[in-house]
């Protein structure tokens, strides 16, 4: 790590006062750090971790104090062992706007938010507090997209997030169009419950097609029924989605998770969905797989769009 750097705490970490020389990074016993024998110089620096200031300049507070500012590197050992700074990644180096919102990353992959409705709108909100790069649009189908190149199990990830927010189903055929320009975590409203994902970021996740033929295989009458589902309204334009306010919320925060999952180092499980129904406050998840029959994966080299 050079001085450059511009370490930062965790975000939302607070740091308080214990007395007796202790000072306690985070609010609850359970997920709490403290910290003792720290000399005033420290305490200063630990509360100046905001990402505004390179090491060079924090080091400096302790020559101006005259205390030793090999401290620092002690210090922020101490601090990285204990996983209270936050990822380097993720620290803008002189923005002060991210300064003060340090939940958003400030590059990364663009994020577009697909679709009409309350549901998108508020999606869309909530993902630009933390993606630096939010477009949205009413069509859920890409545009103007070069021909299709061809991916292989283990690929890099595309180079955006796809949100395609819809009532009542989403096509298949649709989605599968975004790819491999940009992975697709589908957001379905019907009949009180909306669903969000599975993400689908590559040939190892299951896709949009995927989740098609499980429903086919126990419902042959599957096909008829989402052919009226995604079906447009009669101006011709797509239906909006739409949740009362409450699984409005729980949606939103599910769909920022799943974003940030996408973009950054993937710890969810693959195929996972989730269902947050009206007047529920748990939500319910399942796990898809790949389909034995879906053309999308077989075989091993194939284009994904089209």
């Known amino acids: 790590m050079t001085r450059s750097h511009r370490p930062a705490l965790r975000p939302g970490r607070r740091v308080l006062d214990r007395g007796d020389g202790e000072v306690q990074l985070?609010?609850?016993h359970g997920s709490a750090v403290v910290l003792s024998g720290l000399s005033t110089t420290d305490r200063v620096v630990l509360d100046g971790l905001d990402g505004s200031r390179s090491e060079t300049e924090l080091a400096r507070e302790y020559t101006a104090r005259g205390e030793d500012p090999g401290r620092l590197d002690?210090?922020?050992?101490?601090?990285?062992?204990?996983?209270?700074?936050?990822?380097?990644?993720?620290?803008?180096?002189?923005?002060?706007?991210?300064?003060?919102?340090?939940?958003?990353?400030?590059?990364?992959?663009?994020?577009?938010?697909?679709?009409?409705g309350d549901l998108a709108g508020e999606v869309a909100r909530v993902l630009a507090r933390q993606h630096a790069r939010v477009h949205t649009q009413h069509s859920l189908s890409p545009h103007a997209l070069p021909l299709p190149p061809t991916l292989v199990p283990g690929s890099p990830r595309p180079p955006a997030l796809a949100v395609l927010v819809a009532d009542g189903a989403i096509d298949p055929i649709l989605a599968r169009q975004w790819a491999p320009w940009a992975m697709v975590l589908p957001v379905v409203a019907a009949d009180g419950?909306?669903?969000?994902?599975?993400?689908?970021?590559?040939?190892?996740?299951?896709?949009?097609?995927c989740l098609d033929h499980y429903r086919t295989d126990r419902d042959p009458a599957w096909p008829r029924i989402l052919a009226?589902?995604?079906?447009?309204?009669?101006?011709?334009?797509?239906?909006?989605?739409?949740?009362?306010?409450?699984?409005?919320?729980?949606?939103?925060?599910?769909?920022?998770?799943?974003?940030?999952?996408?973009?950054?180092?993937r710890q969810l499980p693959s195929g996972l969905a989730t269902d947050v129904t009206d007047g529920d406050p748990e939500p319910h998840r399942r796990l898809w797989s790949v389909h034995p029959r879906c053309d999308t994966h077989l075989p091993a080299r194939q284009p994904l769009a089209g």
Do not use: I
């Open 74 to 116: 002690v210090l922020l050992a101490l601090l990285r062992r204990h996983a209270q700074l936050a990822d380097p990644a993720d620290q803008p180096p002189t923005d002060p706007h991210h300064v003060r919102h340090p939940w958003r990353r400030p590059g990364g992959l663009p994020v577009l938010v697909a679709g009409l």
């Open 193 to 209: 419950t909306v669903t969000v994902g599975p993400l689908w970021a590559g040939l190892d996740d299951p896709c949009p097609m």
């Open 26 to 28: 985070g609010a609850h």
């Open 228 to 265: 009226q589902l995604t079906t447009h309204g009669p101006d011709g334009g797509v239906r909006p989605a739409a949740a009362d306010p409450a699984t409005t919320a729980l949606v939103c925060g599910l769909v920022a998770r799943q974003a940030l999952d996408a973009v950054g180092q």
